[in-house]
């Protein structure tokens, strides 16, 4: 997300919080002039009167309240996926593609069933850490794919020269329990 529009949302984000505050608390504490310039029939408790009005405006207010928390959350995030500069063809590669890239090879393994990979580093920094979480078929032991999967790593250390490459694996298969037959 381009730096001028996160600044516009968080200025935007401020700004509602501030009359949304300011409005509850004048509410809250009491003043009701605004109820002389509102007509008179709006104001009727035909719905407010209702037993099930009272918890609904509760719920769908917890649950605005959640949703405008957990998206404002969201706009604190540090920023997208970063582009890695590669000086030998003067190009960009993103950090998804890469993620992409290195579960696919490491799916390709021999015993390996699945695999997750997540980068991080590379915008202001020399180094970049990959982490791997490889699931393996229920019949292959680490040992096994550790080799393969170093040489993956070695590879693209090199392939990604001017950087520092750092790559963590945690292996995980599933349980050799039998299922319980009641």
Same mark, same amino acid.
């Given at each position: 997300?381009?730096?001028? +529009?996160?600044? @516009? ?9 501030? %009359?949304? *505050? ?5 509410? #809250? ?8 310039? @509102? $007509?008179?029939?709006?104001?009727? $408790?035909?719905? &407010? ?7 609904? *405006?509760?719920? *769908? ?12 959350? +969201?706009?604190? +995030? ?11 063809? =003067? ?14 090879? *490491?799916?390709?393994?021999? #015993? ?6 997540? %980068?991080? #580093?590379?915008?202001?920094?020399? &180094?970049?850490?990959? %982490? ?12 096994? @794919?550790? $080799?393969?999967?170093? =040489? ?9 020269? $001017?950087? +520092?490459? =750092? ?10 329990? &039998?299922?319980? %037959?009641?």
């Amino acid at each position: 997300m381009p730096r001028s +529009r996160t600044l @516009v949302n968080r200025i935007a984000l401020a700004l509602f919080g501030l %009359v949304a *505050v300011a409005g509850g608390g004048r509410l #809250g504490s009491g003043h009701t002039s605004w109820r002389s310039t @509102v $007509p008179e029939q709006w104001s009727a $408790p035909s719905l &407010r009167g209702q037993e099930w009005w009272t918890p609904t *405006v509760m719920a *769908v207010s917890v649950a605005v309240a959640v949703l405008l928390a957990w998206w404002g959350a +969201r706009q604190l +995030r540090s920023g997208g996926r970063r582009l890695l500069a590669l000086p030998t063809s =003067r190009s960009h590669l993103r950090t998804r593609a890469l993620e992409d890239t290195l579960s696919a090879l *490491v799916e390709d393994v021999d #015993g390996v069933a699945h695999c997750r990979s997540r %980068v991080r #580093g590379g915008a202001r920094t020399d &180094r970049l850490d990959a %982490v791997l979480r490889v699931r393996l078929h229920h019949d292959t032991t680490p040992s096994t @794919v550790l $080799p393969p999967l170093t =040489r993956i790593a070695s590879d693209t250390g090199d392939a990604l020269a $001017p950087y +520092r490459f =750092r790559m963590r694996i945690r292996f995980s298969a599933p349980s050799h329990r &039998r299922p319980h %037959v009641r």
